[in-house]
């Protein structure tokens, strides 16, 4: 059963950091590209960054690009994201999520993890 | 960036009704367009791939469909487990992105 688990979330003061991580269970994690997206309170879903499955190829969209770096560590199958110079706007649950090994759509999903990022 | 308008916002009808829930692509994505159930406090659960292939598990009342730059979610016999709000995905081009989600409530 493909499981991931996400932890490091938490209350964190507008301009600090702080490091998500996902770890993946239940399949070859080495073999698939990897997603963090994330939902503001009551908001829709927004796409945050991906990484293929080797770890070479990143991606981002303007919003966090510059702020947020997607990593993994494929001997420990887990994701991480390190979010840097957090914006009140970064408040969301974020979701990891697998992505289908074309990099298209996200097959599973997390059950996320709140990140609250206010003074 | 490729947007994704999606309609209705909110929509409610009775059980074995038929729903159907439309995503506008701005620009031409093929069939680079997937579903998602989001069910109330529940992480996203994906429901069609590729404009209309059925996910795993996914249950045989739900299909999708595509005409041009149009995509389509329809519900078949509607059941009370189908409420929660949908969203679809564009996955052509990064930054990939969401349509605004349908809130689908029983009458």
């Known amino acids: 059963e493909v499981q991931l688990v996400e932890s490091g979330g938490g209350l964190v003061q507008p301009g600090r950091s702080l490091k998500l991580s996902c770890a993946a269970s239940?399949?070859?994690?080495?073999?698939?590209?990897m997603a963090w997206v994330r939902q503001a309170p009551k908001k829709g879903l927004e796409w945050v960054a991906s990484?293929?499955?080797?770890?070479?190829?990143?991606y981002y969209p303007d919003s966090v690009k510059g702020r947020f770096t997607i990593s993994r560590d494929n001997a420990k199958s887990t994701l991480y994201l390190q979010m840097d110079s957090l914006r009140s706007e970064d408040t969301a649950s974020y979701y990891c999520?697998?992505?289908?090994?074309?990099?298209?759509?996200?097959?599973?999903w997390g059950q996320g993890v709140m990140v609250t990022v206010s003074s | 960036d490729i947007q994704m308008t999606q309609s209705p916002a909110s929509l409610s009808a009775s059980l074995e009704e038929i729903v159907t829930i439309t995503c506008q692509a701005s620009q031409d994505i093929g069939n680079y367009l997937s579903w998602y159930q989001q069910k109330l406090g529940k992480s996203p659960q994906l429901l069609i791939h590729?404009?209309?292939s059925l996910a795993d598990g996914v249950p045989s009342r739900f299909s999708g469909s595509r005409s041009g730059t149009q995509y389509s979610l329809k519900i078949n016999r509607l059941q009370v487990e189908d409420t929660g709000i949908y969203y679809c995905l564009q996955h052509y081009s990064a930054p990939w992105t969401f349509g605004g989600g349908t809130k689908l409530e029983l009458k």
């Open positions: 590729s404009a209309t």
């Open positions: 239940g399949f070859t994690f080495s073999s698939f590209p």
């Open positions: 990484i293929s499955s080797g770890g070479g190829g990143t």
């Open positions: 999520a697998r992505h289908e090994p074309q990099l298209t759509h996200f097959d599973y």
